[in-house]
């Protein structure tokens, strides 16, 4: 059973940045990707950004250029820096791991920019 953890999450003005952590209960890198997805107030939920097991990364073309995707092994845990927050970046931001063909998700954490 793999468990998640997403932390850093908060109100923020727009212009500002928020880094976003999620804790996974195992070794990150025995995940095939882990990624980071957010889900706005009746909209669907939208991939945001991914890491592959062997480090290659994409991003939501609403993503590039302002949000970061990384990882630190030590501690298992995978961080999306997120600068130059947009009120339209407002969202439950979710962590996932694929971990043999299974898809595992955090509890979410909220983001709230003001404009």
């Known amino acids: 059973q793999v468990q998640l953890v997403e932390s850093g999450g908060g109100l923020v003005q727009a212009g500002g940045s928020l880094r976003l952590s999620c804790a996974a209960s195992?070794?990150?890198?025995?995940?095939?990707?882990m990624a980071w997805y957010r889900q706005a107030p009746g909209k669907q939920r939208d991939l945001v950004a991914i890491?592959?097991?062997?480090?290659?990364?994409n991003y939501a073309d609403s993503a590039k250029g302002r949000f970061t995707i990384s990882r630190d092994s030590a501690k298992n845990t995978v961080y999306l820096q997120m600068n130059s927050l947009k009120p339209e970046d407002t969202a439950v931001y979710y962590c996932?791991?694929?971990?043999?063909?299974?898809?595992?998700w955090g509890q979410g954490t909220l983001v709230t920019v003001s404009s």
């Open positions: 996932n791991a694929l971990y043999f063909g299974v898809e595992n």
């Open positions: 195992r070794n990150i890198f025995s995940f095939n990707t």
């Open positions: 890491v592959t097991s062997g480090g290659n990364s």
